[in-house]
């Protein structure tokens, strides 16, 4: 976010002017209170939504329905900076107060969780990550910036870019998946979608990267529990993704809800103050989680609201989600000096930075005409842009004896109630979209005029219909294709599990199939890495659908026929059993890497390998790399190898470089990922490969947070997913 010296001159002058209660409300966000039948927030329902103890027709029904409060009178006031919501009628009607009727006109920031689109959902974050295909994220963002700014939003809770290394927890369906360099080149591409397109207010919205810091890494998976972690493990996996970020300039971050060792990421001054303003160069603002500054009082860091307040604007925590204490509290802090008058400005001057790079107060209200237009149909090129990230993000788990692609006119079963679910496709925090416009798989296969019979047997949360069940084994294909994973509830915010298996009988459902000899095919819907040992050993092929947003059912039925050839790979490591967790492939080195004999880094009764290493993904046609050379310049390392396309097919190959800095001052991890390119060939084509190894890329950060270059032996590895690689080596003196 850059701002001019006219617009800097501007948000001092309007300083200036402000009361101090004036410059308390803009650190205020507000939500509107649900009013009569029941007495819960917004917040709440929301969350009730995303926890799945309603669904989303539920939800649509309470939102419609009910009355809400806005607070109009403290918007009015002047007590208000920002409020949550995605109602257009509602935010022309509270900018106009902001703007025309309080005394300095500063118009609201409006902020919503537009995760993973808005009216044009696209696949979930740790899926399209598996895309590997910066440009495609770039646009999907930039889509979302443009529905968003249409419904009144110019504030999107997003990229959620916690480096998820633990499946238990639910929210690892949001953010790119498990490794830093992938959600770094996540991260840009988002704040570049988001932010990047200034031609017209309407394009584009502040992002907010979240959770800062180490979220991801709560204890045992299990959503807001503790973390605990080393400087360098926090320097080196879980801020660089924030870093990109704030590269790419992003407008503001969420505090996280956990704590980091020790000090709640909502009062910690040297994640939000020293790192994330001073060392990264935030100039925007920091905001907290929901209720978060209260939760204080709860993680036993302060004795009261009061305090917590305090403690929260001395760390840098500028804005106050939810909970009203700087608006209660704040002035009696600064007039007993418990919080000085420049902390209190350097906040307020954030927030205004933000609502001035926006372009909110020449435009503060948005054109109702355009959401008419979105009410009837999303724009063609959402839905191509959407449809062709689904198809890049599935990725091909198995494919034996080559089943797949399936011949159009052949008839197959289809079988799983996921298969008819349309909602579900849409996955955790997808709060914009209307039915009518999701494309279950079921759908998607008629759309392609498949030739199919239907049972839908059983669910993630229903018991086998036995006579469906016979219905499906007593039909005359051979062919089953089972569509089988979680609800779109069952990931998400405060969706953690112990158990990552299928849920339900859906496993058993497989088996009964299996030993009826049909050949089983599955596509997969979930969102976190399951738990697929069995399934790889019992089933002819698997497809990880995940949730891919409303063009699920197109592009999984483009994957089946093969219209599309795969190429998504995973961005996440997929273990064989619970308990393997957390589990990722740029572990540290150990003294005993895991081999068959006895005393060394595995568990007993566990394959040695996981089910699915990162960056994993096949086609329908093969690779062969071979040739690897290495070539120094003087700043980086030219790493050639040759990739031809051995199958029968034209394909695309996701080429990954890993590096290991061999000997080290702090163990370094096994492999790194640090480059990647996608490669089309025809059938039998070769092409000579060169990805650029900057050195400055190959340094880490030590336990001080610094980050050093190590002259040294590297090894240099490339190849199509973390595992089967080919090697060389290089000794580098920086
Ligand atoms: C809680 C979640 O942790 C956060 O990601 C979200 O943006 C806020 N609630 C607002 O809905």
């Known amino acids: 976010m850059k701002l001019t010296k006219e617009q800097i001159n501007f948000v001092n002058n309007l300083l200036n002017k402000m009361t101090l209660e004036e410059k308390i409300g803009q650190l205020t966000q507000d939500s509107p209170s649900i009013v009569g039948g029941f007495d819960i927030s917004f917040d709440e329902l929301v969350e009730m939504l995303t926890d799945g103890r309603i669904s989303q027709t539920e939800f649509n029904k309470k939102i419609t329905n009910v009355k809400r409060d806005y607070h109009e009178d403290d918007i009015r006031n002047g007590f208000v900076g920002a ?41 979930i974050a740790i899926a399209e990550a598996g895309s590997f295909d910066d440009e495609l994220m770039q646009k999907t963002a930039s ?45 840009t591409a988002k704040i570049k979608g988001l932010q990047g397109d ?31 972690m080393s400087t360098n493990t926090l320097f080196n996996v879980y801020l660089p993704p924030f870093k990109a970020a704030m590269n790419a300039g992003a407008c503001s971050a969420m505090a996280a809800f956990n704590d980091l060792n020790g000090i709640p990421c909502t009062v910690n001054s040297y994640t939000l103050r020293n790192i994330l303003k001073d060392e990264f160069g935030l100039n925007g603002f920091v905001v907290s989680d929901a209720n978060a500054i209260k939760e204080c009082v709860n993680h036993g860091i302060a004795e009261n609201d009061i305090v917590a307040g305090e403690m929260a604007i001395n760390a840098g925590l500028d804005m106050d989600m939810g909970t009203r204490i700087y608006l209660n509290h704040l002035a009696s802090s600064i007039k007993n000096g418990t919080v000085s008058m420049d902390v209190l400005d350097d906040a307020v001057k954030r927030v205004l930075s933000v609502k001035v790079w926006l372009g909110l107060f020449e435009n503060p209200y948005i054109d109702e005409k355009i959401i008419e237009q979105y009410d009837c149909a999303i ?31 052949k008839k197959f079963t289809l079988v799983g109630s996921l298969a008819d ?67 779109k509830s069952m990931s998400g915010e405060a969706s953690s599990k112990a158990n990552l298996i299928l849920p339900g009988q859906q496993r ?60 998504g790979k995973l961005s996440c490591t997929f273990p064989s059993v619970n308990g393997q967790e957390p589990l990722y492939y740029n572990h540290t080195s150990t003294g005993r890497p895991a081999s068959n004999s006895k005393f060394t880094s595995k568990y007993v009764d566990t394959p040695l390998e996981p089910c699915f290493p990162f960056g994993y993904g096949l086609s329908y046609t093969t690779f062969k790399y071979d040739s690897l050379t290495l070539k120094e310049t003087p700043s980086s390392v030219n790493v050639t190898f040759n990739l031809s396309n051995t199958g029968k097919r034209p394909g695309t190959e996701t080429v990954q470089l890993y590096i290991q800095d061999v000997t080290a001052s702090i163990v370094r991890p096994i492999k790194e990922l640090k480059g990647y390119k ?57």
């Open 83 to 123: 409020v949550m919501g995605n109602d257009p009628k509602k935010a022309n009607e509270l900018q106009k107060i902001a703007v025309e009727e309080t005394r300095l006109g500063i118009p609201l920031l409006i902020g919503f969780d537009v995760i993973h689109g808005l009216r044009t959902v696209y696949p």
């Open 143 to 187: 889509i979302a910036a443009k529905e968003s700014r249409a419904y009144g939003i110019n504030w999107n809770f997003a990229p959620m870019i916690d480096v998820a290394r633990d499946s238990r927890w639910g929210r690892v369906s949001e953010g790119p998946g498990e490794d830093p360099y992938l959600s770094s080149r996540f991260a």
């Open 198 to 228: 200034q031609s017209s207010s309407n394009n584009y919205v502040a992002a907010c990267t979240k959770h800062f810091v180490g979220y991801s890494a709560c204890e045992g998976g299990r959503d807001y529990n503790t973390t605990t």
């Open 379 to 409: 724009p063609k090129e959402h839905i191509n842009i959407c449809k062709e990230s689904a198809e890049k993000s599935l990725v091909l788990l198995k494919n034996e004896e080559n089943i797949l692609p399936l011949d159009k006119n």
């Open 421 to 487: 679910s349309p909602d579900e496709v849409t996955g955790s925090w997808a709060l914009g979209f209307k039915s009518k416009d999701c494309v279950s798989i079921k759908k998607g296969l008629e759309n392609s005029n498949a030739n199919f019979d239907y049972y839908p047997i059983c669910g993630p949360n229903t018991s086998i219909n036995s006579s469906e069940l016979d219905s499906a084994i007593n039909s005359d294909s051979d062919i089953i294709v089972a569509v089988v994973g979680e609800l």
């Open 508 to 567: 058993e459902m497989l088996a009964s199939l299996l030993r009826a000899n049909k050949k089983v095919i599955a596509i997969l819907m979930n969102g976190r890495p399951l738990a697929l040992g069995w399934e790889k050993e019992n089933l002819k092929a698997i497809i990880e659908g995940w949730h891919l947003g409303i063009q699920m059912g197109n592009a999984i039925s483009s994957a089946l026929f093969g219209d599309i050839n795969p190429s």
């Open 678 to 734: 996608k490669v089309s060939l025809q059938p039998g084509e070769s092409q000579t490969v060169t990805l650029t190894l900057d050195k400055s890329e190959m340094g880490f950060y030590n336990n001080m947070g610094q980050y050093v270059l190590e002259n040294g032996l590297f090894k240099i590895y490339v190849g199509g997913n973390s595992k089967d690689t080919l090697v060389s080596k290089i000794n580098i003196n920086f």
